[in-house]
């Protein structure tokens, strides 16, 4: 069975976790300082504040920048249901926007036409690691005085314009996830250029403690921490950091192997034209985090077909990505909401295997498959 994604993982983070176990510092210290610090370096952004996963990265983005009751904020369906979960957390409401079908992020147009006086923030998703047009959102955003949040949890790597993703907004949210680029088994990471912002987070990921752990445990001053408000236990162990301090320095080699991969799906299909490939626009760099293909009206095979098909045939996929106003949890609150672009797409969309190192024979096995499957 070919796999639709795996983890690259090495004896070198076994060995990181196995040191820092042996320390006996494994919850939150210096390891997580230090891949706090590299992380913010990698990105270029000013701070980095690791947490336990994005969708804890995302809550508290969404309490720093203010959002609460009453609140709207302005979000892709298409995406993760943690995207649409984050906003619930503060008892605020998301408002779903259509996305651009060439590349699966929020469309400009939907989302200025959706702007109330009740809009308090924007929530870009770099889908499947393929950068927004940030640059517009942000001065959409400024005209109407709203913030603008990146849920970057598929976008380690990725750049838009020259930058890293991390370094563009005030609050970027990041995933470690094993289906990510890099992982750290489960994890998080916020990065922003706002001291305010880091200072907070901080506070809050650890239940609002005035001296967090690794502070109070070195210092030579007996000290006594107080808890200024209600925070959560929202840290990542260090056992973790040790992980990906070494996923991190491993990160762009993992990209060029990726890319490599993408490059041979788009030669292969580009003459197929059943077949909607991802769109990489000049200024804008993809992890390929992962390798979605869109089946047009045209294709002789099914979407669901497709998948059994190539199933049986040993070669994992995954559906579309999902729409969050399509799943229970949503499906009474927004009954009325209809978005064709977003629906569309999640119901004629394949995710297909990508992950390193994955041999050539299995490359070129799915390729063929694929191809004599939408071309029958």
């Known amino acids: 069975m070919i796999p639709i994604a795996k983890p690259y993982l090495t004896k070198d983070e076994a060995q990181a976790a ?68 984050s906003i619930k957390y503060v008892n605020a409401k998301p408002v779903f926007a259509e996305i651009d079908p060439s590349n ?26 393929m950068p927004c047009d940030i640059d ?43 289906r990510k680029v890099i992982s750290t088994g489960d994890g998080g990471m916020i990065t922003t250029n706002r001291e305010d912002f880091h200072d907070r987070l901080k506070l809050l990921r650890q239940h609002g403690m005035s ?35 070494h996923q991190l320095q491993k990160l762009d080699w993992i990209l060029e192997e990726r890319r490599k991969i993408a490059m041979q799906y788009l030669d292969a299909f580009k003459d197929l034209d059943c077949l909607q490939l991802p769109i990489e626009r000049e200024g804008y760099f993809s992890n390929y985090q992962s390798f979605s293909i869109l089946l047009k009206p045209n294709c002789p095979i099914g979407r669901n077909e497709l998948m059994q098909k190539l199933l049986d045939l040993g070669i994992s996929t995954r559906r579309g990505i999902m729409n969050s106003h399509r799943e229970t ?3 009474t609150e927004y009954a009325d909401i209809h978005l064709p672009v977003s629906e569309m797409a999640q119901d004629h969309s394949i995710i ?14 799915v390729i063929t498959k694929v191809r004599e499957l939408v071309s029958r």
């Open 18 to 85: 196995y040191d820092t176990i042996l320390t006996g510092w494994i919850t939150q210290g210096p390891r997580v300082a230090e891949f706090e610090e590299s992380f913010a370096k990698y990105t270029g952004a000013k701070y980095a504040v690791a947490v336990s996963n994005c969708t804890t990265a995302l809550h508290l983005s969404m309490i720093v920048a203010g959002i609460g009751k009453g609140d709207e904020v302005i979000c892709p369906s298409m995406s993760y249901v943690a995207t649409a979960n």
């Open 352 to 365: 297909i295997p990508l992950y390193i190192p994955m041999e050539q024979n299995d490359i070129d096995f």
């Open 136 to 178: 517009a959102f942000n001065k959409l955003a400024k005209e109407h005085d709203l913030i603008l949040i990146e849920d970057a949890a598929c976008a380690a790597g990725s750049s838009y314009k020259g930058a890293k993703i991390g370094s563009h907004s005030e609050l970027v949210c990041f995933s470690f996830h094993p």
């Open 104 to 129: 699966y992020n929020l469309d400009l147009e939907d989302v200025r036409s959706k702007i109330t006086p009740k809009t308090k923030a924007i929530l870009l998703v770099h889908q499947i690691g």
């Open 211 to 245: 001296v967090n752990d690794r502070v109070r445990h070195t210092s030579n001053k007996v000290m006594f921490e107080d808890h200024l408000e209600i925070g959560y236990n929202y840290r990542l162990t260090d056992i973790q950091a040790s992980v990906g301090i």
């Open 329 to 331: 949890a949503y499906k």
